[in-house]
C-alpha cells in the first residue's frame, strides 16, 4: 500500500533564512505524481508545487523547490527567503491512479512557524 | 473565477443526529472528491465522483456515511446518526478532468458533534 511520512511535526525558522521539509513515500509504482500543498488556518488547501516522478529534474516555483530522490523515495520542500506569510501547515501528497480516480495520500502534516 | 465552495463553514449537531454537507465545484469540472481530515493529522480519501460514472466510494468508513452527486454539479455528503468519532474538517476538491493531476479544494466544514 502506498503510504507517506513526514517526520517532523514541527519545524521553525528565522524569517528571512530556508527550511527543507522532509517526506518520504512507499510505492510499487513507476509512474506518479507528488505534491506539497499549504495549509494556513483558514484551512484552505493551496498547492505549492508538483513534480513528475518521470521528470529527473527537480521542480521549483520561485522560492520553493524540491529535492526529488526518486531511487530513495524521498521528496523534501525547501522554502527559501522565508517570510511570515509561509507560516502554515504543509503536507506532502502521492497521488495514486485506480482507474480513473486520482486520489491523494497525503502525510500528517508538519507545522512551519516563521519567527520574525 | 469562482473557485470550490462549502457549506456550511461550521457545523455543530448531537450525537445520533444526520447532517448534510454541500460542496460546489469549480464549473466544468468533471472530478470531485471529499476527503476527512482529523484534528491534526492529513487527509483521508472518502469517496471520488466522475461526471456520471458511478462513484468509487472505497474510502467510506460505514454505512452511516453517504454521498451524491447531480452530473457534474454539486455534491452532497450525508452522515447518518452522527457519532463523536466523526467531528473532523470534510474538505472537497475538483479537478477538471479524470486526466488532470491537480484538485482544487474547497475551505471544508469543521464538524463538531457533541
Known amino acids: 500500500a502506498q503510504t507517506v511520512t513526514q517526520s517532523q511535526p514541527e519545524m521553525s525558522v528565522q524569517e528571512a533564512e530556508t527550511v527543507t521539509l522532509s517526506c518520504t513515500y512507499d510505492t510499487s509504482e513507476s509512474d506518479y505524481y507528488l505534491f506539497w500543498y499549504k495549509q494556513p488556518p483558514s484551512r484552505q488547501m493551496i498547492l505549492v508545487i508538483r513534480q513528475e516522478a518521470y521528470k529527473q529534474q527537480n521542480a521549483t516555483e520561485n522560492r520553493f523547490s524540491v529535492n526529488f530522490q526518486k531511487a530513495a523515495k524521498s521528496f523534501s520542500l525547501k522554502i527559501s527567503d522565508s517570510q511570515l506569510g509561509d507560516a502554515a501547515m504543509y503536507f506532502c501528497?502521492?497521488?495514486?491512479?485506480?482507474?480513473?480516480?486520482?486520489?491523494?495520500?497525503w502525510g500528517a502534516g508538519t507545522k512551519l512557524i516563521i519567527k520574525p | 473565477g469562482a473557485g470550490v465552495s462549502q457549506s456550511p463553514s461550521n457545523k455543530v449537531t448531537e450525537k445520533g443526529k444526520d447532517v448534510e454537507l454541500r460542496c460546489d465545484p469549480i464549473s466544468g469540472h468533471t472530478a470531485l472528491y471529499w476527503y476527512r481530515q482529523r484534528l491534526g493529522q492529513g487527509l483521508e480519501f472518502l469517496i471520488y465522483?466522475?461526471?456520471?460514472?458511478?462513484?468509487?466510494k472505497s474510502g467510506l468508513p460505514s454505512d452511516r456515511f453517504s454521498a451524491e452527486r447531480t452530473g457534474e454539479s454539486v455534491s452532497t455528503l450525508t452522515i447518518q446518526r452522527t457519532q463523536q468519532e466523526d467531528s473532523a474538517v470534510y474538505l472537497c476538491a475538483s479537478s477538471l478532468s479524470r486526466a488532470s493531476y491537480e484538485q482544487y479544494f474547497g475551505p471544508g466544514t469543521r464538524l463538531t458533534v457533541t
Open positions: 501528497a502521492y497521488q495514486i491512479r485506480m482507474d480513473s480516480n486520482y486520489q491523494l495520500i
Open positions: 465522483f466522475q461526471g456520471n460514472s458511478a462513484p468509487d
